[in-house]
């Protein structure tokens, strides 16, 4: 008996001991609510948030998602504004109008962007390594000078590049300006065409044709990648040497892919969405950029346009398609 009792009394010590440590560790039951805002549809949100489950975050249990995807012609502002009404604990944007929209929404609630221009000269933060303010996130598409690199090591004769341009796009930026005396060193001179959507497409490479250009580059924009298979059909189709962003473009017919690799910039955004919802502040989270890259080069179009890429080229690609 007096065992027994030795041994409930060490057992209730025990007990007593870990019982507010075990407490503590349990989950505190809260639901983040995240807003999404996009121009267009976003295509990599679904993988964005399964990289959040990954740290915990499972939409319909710990998480809400409220998604507002801007149909062409509706105003990003008034989405924005009715996110910030349903008290989001963050908010995550797809392209530099996404951005604005929700930085001119509010000024408190975390915002991540995902973006291919300079959100610096945007406005959107001070700088990139302390970006001030309630916004932080991606920018991942400063790397057109690049491609209009592969694209002359490929074209040594190359002078005139058929730009896609966003019609929604504001006036030149510094990185703009940059990248056009960038090209006007080799020797090259940019068309920038403007494209409404999708509906575009024929008219831009019918366009292209007209003003002589060589080649065409297809920039990042934010409603691009459901449509890059389809833009590299087009290219093959337009018999016109083409480099986009995503390996997709080139499966599709585009002679070169080039860009950052998706599966890195989800998993970097969702550790950034997860140490802002940890407490973390935007304005100390620095603007990241992508650190790898792939380089996909469709060796059957090469074929078709008569073209022998340079040794030298091939060696660099991460896959050639034959």
């Not at 291919?116 to 700088?127: E, F, K, N, Q, R």
């Not at 040497?241 to 860009?259: D, H, K, V, W, Y």
Request: hydrophobic share 45%.
């Amino acid at each position: 008996m007096q065992r027994l009792i030795v041994g409930c009394l060490i057992l209730l010590a025990f007990g007593m001991g870990v019982g507010p440590r075990a407490a503590e560790a349990q989950p505190t039951g809260k639901v983040y609510r995240i807003g999404c805002l996009s121009e267009g549809r976003w295509a990599s949100e679904p993988a964005i948030l399964e990289a959040l489950r990954g740290l915990g975050y499972v939409e319909g249990h710990n998480l809400v998602v409220e998604r507002r995807y801007a149909k062409q012609g509706e105003p990003l502002p008034a989405l924005a504004a009715e996110l910030v009404t349903h008290q989001m604990d963050l908010i995550m944007t797809n392209g530099t109008q996404a951005a604005q929209a929700a930085h001119q929404a509010t000024t408190t609630i975390p915002i991540v962007f995902i973006l291919g221009t300079d959100p610096v000269w945007s406005g959107l933060i001070a700088s990139y390594a302390r970006p001030g303010g309630n916004l932080t996130g991606m920018a991942f598409g400063l790397y057109a000078d690049k491609q209009l690199a592969l694209l002359k090591e490929a074209l040594p004769g190359l002078a005139r590049v058929a730009f896609l341009r966003d019609s929604a796009d504001p006036t030149p930026n510094p990185a703009w300006v940059q990248f056009v005396d960038m090209a006007r060193g080799l020797g090259v001179e940019i068309l920038a065409m403007a494209v409404d959507g999708p509906e575009g497409f024929d008219n831009f490479f019918a366009a292209a044709r007209r003003a002589g250009a060589d080649a065409v580059l297809v920039p990042p924009l934010p409603w691009l990648p459901p449509h890059l298979m389809h833009l590299g059909e087009l290219a093959a189709q337009h018999h016109f040497p083409a480099i986009g962003q995503r390996r997709n473009f080139a499966e599709g017919g585009g002679l070169f892919s080039f860009g950052h690799k998706p599966e890195e910039i989800r998993a970097r955004v969702a550790a950034q969405v997860d140490k802002l919802l940890k407490g973390a502040k935007p304005a100390d989270l620095p603007v990241e950029h992508p650190m790898r890259f792939e380089l996909v080069i469709n060796l059957k179009t090469a074929h078709a346009l008569g073209l022998t890429m340079p040794p030298t080229l091939l060696l660099q690609a991460d896959e050639v398609i034959k």
